[in-house]
């Protein structure tokens, strides 16, 4: 009966979407979800209501997709992998190892996880493969599993380690890093960490990274699934390194690996990029005279494309315009801080257009790199035209500034006077850019009679009017009407010291 519940339960691992639909509808049991929370629905109605119908069920569905395969190796076996008869021949062997493996009295050796392929990080150049990746086997049903591994390093490997620079303080160049990832053979895998994850490493607890906290309210912690070091914890020498990683098995396959690598920083791959991926003027014309082209098909024509100089990252006015050779736009970010922010939370995710940007598709433009060069700290955006060529476009606040002082007319200056004698407020004497305040000044005075105040204040006599004040503005110098105003009595004087009919004009 053992043997039979661990045949059904690792065909029912290997079901495809369609399959386990099919098994959960079959039973009465809901078949809608994600295909993890189908497999683990699907386990959990074997482990709990096994039958020899469910059981028959569970074959049918196998032996469709796996006509040849018979047994329960050749359940766990990925396809194209022969099967061990040998291990077939023996019923009672067959029921004792299914018993160990339901009781957790003993742990088999985890086997490698055929065609399971990492994919490649831009911070890590693989050296040497220590640990293939192999499969996390859970030994029982408890919901954390401890899966044991050992690896050697060669003389020649150890001495890598040993004499290898260090790229921060304290940190090599040359690392041994531990990676997990989902065990699915079919395309490449990203590090993906299981739940509850733990690394021992020789009897030590090696750091994991933890969770990032998000900024969006609803949203969990996300942790970065990246490599592990575990070079510090590791024997440099022929002794063998045992490694254990605790895991939440919550119906999941992972498999784990350990490579020795060569560690990068983000000045480096910047140089790289300088040196291997510099898309020339001349294409990047070519490209916007691709864009511009005009389209007989079209009905809107477009004569400009308009590309802003500050890099969306930061803000800032780029210093190294790069971009992704597969994204349709001309906006650029700046290398060096994209580098940068993808070394401590990897993401290569393009700025722009939220694109996959991976390392190998990076580019830097030269065209705007030249056009950087040329602008000033002022200008933040430019327009390429049809013909490859392209404009500063300046800020419309500049220019309204720029427009209204080419229209500013000429105004007469402003001077102000000193305080009055007694303590009065000055006049204020309005003098055009000639200077002929003090001539006006003076053919006042000549005309009222009375003396101009101290400090230049300019006296009005408001009685006047408008004919009088023309004719004694046109004789301010004729004797004659000098003397008459020199006869006339002298005006009345209030309370105050001053002309009781002239006021000072402000």
């Known amino acids: 009966m053992a043997a039979e519940l661990v045949e059904a339960m ?45 059981l028959k069920n569970v074959r049918q569905l196998y032996e469709s997709r796996f006509p040849k395969s018979t047994g329960w190796l050749a359940a766990r076996r990925p396809e194209g992998v022969p099967v061990v008869y040998s291990n077939l021949n023996s019923s009672s062997n067959l029921t004792s190892r299914g018993a160990d493996y339901l009781n957790g009295i003993s742990k088999p050796l985890p086997a490698p996880a055929a065609e399971v392929k990492l994919v490649p990080l831009p911070f890590y150049h693989t050296l040497d493969t220590l640990l293939s990746p192999t499969e996390l086997i859970a030994h029982n049903n408890e919901k954390l599993q401890d899966s044991p591994h050992m690896f050697e390093l060669t003389p020649k490997q150890a001495d890598q380690i040993r004499n290898a620079g260090e790229i921060r303080p304290g940190i090599g160049s040359i690392q041994v890093v531990l990676r997990i990832c989902y065990t699915d053979s079919i395309g490449v895998q ?15 607890y090696c750091h994991v990274p933890g969770y990032y906290p998000s900024n969006k309210p609803g949203v969990e912690p996300r942790r970065p699934c990246r490599p592990v070091n575990i070079t510090p914890w590791l024997h440099l020498s022929s002794v063998p390194n045992r490694i254990t990683v605790t895991w939440g098995n919550f119906g999941k396959r992972y498999s784990v690996a350990v490579y020795l690598v060569r560690v990068f920083t983000a000045a480096d791959l910047f140089n790289q990029l300088k040196l291997c991926s510099v ?85 830097i433009d030269g065209l705007l790199s030249e056009i950087l060069k040329e602008t000033t700290e002022d200008i933040e955006e430019i327009e390429y035209l049809t013909d490859g060529s392209w404009r ?24 102000i006077c000193i305080p009055e004698a007694n303590g009065h407020s000055p006049a204020h004497s309005s003098t055009s850019l000639t200077g002929k305040s003090s001539s006006s000044s003076a053919g006042m005075a000549g005309i009222t009679g009375a003396a101009v105040p101290q400090g230049g204040g300019t006296v009005v006599d408001l009685t006047l009017d408008s004919s009088s004040e023309e004719e004694g503005g046109g004789a301010g110098g004729d004797s004659e009407d000098t003397e008459d105003s020199a006869d006339s009595p002298n005006p009345k004087r209030g309370r105050y010291n001053y002309d009781k009919d002239l006021v000072t004009a402000y």
């Open 392 to 415: 500063p476009i300046r800020d419309e606040k500049e220019r309204d500034r720029e427009r209204e002082r080419s229209n500013t007319p000429e105004y007469p200056v402003v001077d």
């Open 10 to 54: 690792n065909m029912v691992k290997s079901f495809r979407v369609s399959d386990l639909q099919t098994l959960l509808s079959s039973m009465g049991r809901s078949k809608s979800g994600l295909k993890q929370d189908l497999v683990g629905r699907a386990l959990k109605l074997v482990q709990t209501e096994y039958s020899p119908e469910l």
């Open 279 to 363: 898309e020339s003027a001349e294409r990047c014309r070519e490209r916007i005279q691709d864009k511009l082209r005009f389209d007989p098909e079209s009905e809107i024509a477009t004569t400009g494309l308009r590309v802003s100089l500050i890099c969306p990252l930061v803000k800032m006015r780029l210093g190294v315009p790069c971009r992704v050779l597969t994204c349709a736009h001309l906006q650029c970010f700046d290398a060096v801080f994209f580098l940068q922010m993808n070394e401590k939370k990897p993401t290569w995710t393009c700025p722009v257009c939220d694109k996959p940007a991976p390392y190998e598709l990076l580019t």
């Open 190 to 204: 990203e590090d993906q960490y299981p739940p509850n994850i733990a690394v021992k490493v020789n009897q030590s």
